[in-house]
């Protein structure tokens, strides 16, 4: 199952993306086992100030046919980690081609493609920048697959 994260912005060069090609060059290695991955980042760019609906207009022409739809939403479900790897195990064992994570601008996703989304997931009830999402979303799935490997990474 390929992994998309569809993301408003460009990260530049930095901490923020170190972190995300190492945690996501560990999913790729640790998730190809268990039908997860590769996994990529799209970024896109509302360069003409359209605010929420012309992102939302962005992300919608980067999800692939098909995909299973998760938007990161602050109102979405707090689930535990072991939890996520579950989600995507069910994912995955419905033969689910690609899974797309929706990472919104500073104002969040546009209520019309959240509306579209599987599953609404928050990482908390505080709200984090959109940059540091992406960091902790590809740490994440490099735990999640690490659970569903039974490595030590992820300890309870």
């Known amino acids: 199952m390929r992994v998309n994260i569809c993301a408003v912005g460009k990260l530049r060069k930095g901490p923020e993306k170190d972190l995300i090609d190492d945690y996501l060059t560990r999913f790729d290695r640790t998730g190809r086992a268990h039908g997860l991955g590769p996994a990529k980042i799209i970024e896109v760019e509302d360069k003409k100030g359209g605010g929420k609906p012309a992102e939302a207009a962005l992300l919608q022409k980067a999800i692939p046919d ?62 984090w920048p959109h940059m540091l999402v992406r960091v902790m979303l590809s740490e994440q799935l490099y735990r999640a697959a690490s659970i569903l490997a039974r490595s030590p990474y992820h300890r309870v």
């Open 66 to 127: 098909g995909s299973v739809i998760v938007a990161l939403d602050e109102r979405g479900s707090v689930i535990t980690s072991p939890e996520f790897s579950e989600k995507l195990r069910h994912w995955e064992n419905m033969n689910t081609a690609d899974i797309t994570f929706l990472i919104g601008g500073a104002d969040g996703i546009d209520p019309s493609l959240v509306a579209q989304a599987h599953f609404k997931l928050s990482f908390g009830k505080m709200v």
